[in-house]
């Protein structure tokens, strides 16, 4: 995901699976500014991130 340097406006690529919770914090290397990301948990946690989710809906058929 994208941050942003509210102060000088340089853009840092943050990689979102490299935060251990949903928010992290830094500083940004041109101006020392406290950068704070907020993780966005929109699209990609109805697919494969759910911890724990039921693996397969295939079995559900097969019951008969
Ligand atoms: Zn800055």
Known sequence: M??????????YNIDESKMK???ARFSCQECG????????????????DRPGGEPSD??????I
Do not use: F, M
């Open 33 to 48: 500014h406290i950068i704070v990301v907020v993780k966005s948990k929109t699209e990609q946690a109805s697919q494969e």
């Open 21 to 23: 919770s949903d928010r």
């Open 58 to 63: 295939g079995q559900k058929l097969d019951s």
């Open 2 to 11: 994208l941050a942003i340097c509210e102060d000088c406006s340089k853009k």
